[in-house]
């Protein structure tokens, strides 16, 4: 019998912040796999679990994976890690994870703290939709393109930034999307947290002060302002999507979405208008 991959979210930073199922699959758990072995076994001294470690970081991700998912299918149960949060989420796993699956392992998720939504639930921005977009890009140029991409975004976007490109996003962020409503949350629920809000340029001025930033980042930006609402008669927003190339009935749907209709509603109209 095959063992299970257990998918365990473990502390931001506070090492209280998880939950008694986490500590007890751990304890329980033949092994853990986790990024950093030292890191983790900060958490593991802290509540006195024993369990043997094993490294898997992006480094060793793809021979590791192959190796865990060997053990998994013969019956070795395994705790996947990251060094903080939510595993996978800008984090290794995915290979090992997608390995179980394909040998028949059962993957359970073990839910807890999440940066992204820790920051999102105390920056004060819209929380009905989000998007979160993982870390920027590196280069100035592909930054710039990732934000473009997300200008219309009816939602509030979410990146993780290194420390020391931080400034350097927010430049990207303000001469892309302009004075959005921007929240850096820093070093959440660690002794150090802050949260600075303003506009992406107001944040910059404000870190310009500071010798250095420190610590792990989660930036929040507003969303789009909503489009005014079309209010030409439903015959003709059809006929300029027509115009352009859609299919007919393609037009009727999407003029249909973007005005909260039904196509029979649509559809209906054009049939009165003639």
């Known amino acids: 019998m095959s063992g299970v991959l257990y998918i365990v979210a473990t502390?931001?930073?506070?090492?209280?912040?998880?939950?008694?199922?986490?500590?007890?699959?751990?304890?329980?758990a033949d092994l853990?796999?986790?990024?950093?072995?030292?890191?983790?076994?900060k958490l593991l001294d802290r509540y006195s679990i024993h369990t043997p470690t094993i490294s898997y970081h992006e480094h060793n991700e793809a021979e590791r994976a192959a190796e865990l998912a060997a053990r998994l299918i013969e019956g070795t149960t395994i705790a996947l890690v990251s060094d903080a949060g939510m595993p996978l989420v800008s984090d290794p796993g995915y290979r090992l994870v997608r390995a179980a699956l394909d040998n028949g392992v059962p993957v359970q998720?073990?839910?807890?703290?999440?940066?992204?939504?820790?920051?999102?639930?105390?920056?004060?921005?819209?929380?009905d939709a989000f998007h979160f977009g993982g870390f920027l890009p590196s280069k100035a140029g592909q930054?710039?393109?990732?934000l473009q991409a997300l200008a219309g975004e009816q939602a509030t976007l979410i990146f993780y930034e290194a420390p020391h490109r931080l400034m350097e996003a927010l430049e990207a962020i303000e001469a892309t999307l302009g004075p959005r409503p921007v929240v850096?949350?820093?070093?959440?629920?660690k002794i150090h947290e802050e949260f600075l809000r303003g506009t992406a340029a107001g944040i910059r001025a404000q870190l310009a002060q500071r010798a250095v930033v420190k610590g792990e980042v989660t930036v929040l930006?507003?969303?789009?302002?909503?489009?005014?609402?079309?209010?030409?008669?439903?015959?003709?927003?059809?006929?300029?999507?027509?115009?352009?190339?859609?299919p007919r009935m393609e037009a009727i749907k999407q003029v249909a979405r973007r005005r909260?209709?039904?196509?029979?509603?649509v559809y209906d109209s054009l049939l009165e208008g003639k």
């Open 11 to 28: 502390p931001i930073g506070n090492l209280e912040d998880i939950t008694y199922r986490a500590v007890r699959v751990l304890g329980e």
């Open 221 to 246: 930006i507003g969303k789009a302002a909503a489009p005014p609402p079309d209010e030409r008669p439903l015959d003709e927003a059809v006929r300029e999507l027509m115009a352009g190339g859609t």
């Open 109 to 127: 998720t073990v839910p807890g703290p999440s940066a992204a939504l820790a920051a999102l639930a105390a920056s004060g921005l819209p929380t």
């Open 32 to 41: 853990i796999a986790c990024e950093d072995t030292r890191q983790t076994r």
């Open 260 to 265: 909260g209709l039904s196509k029979r509603e």
């Open 143 to 146: 930054r710039v393109k990732a």
């Open 184 to 189: 850096v949350g820093r070093e959440l629920t």
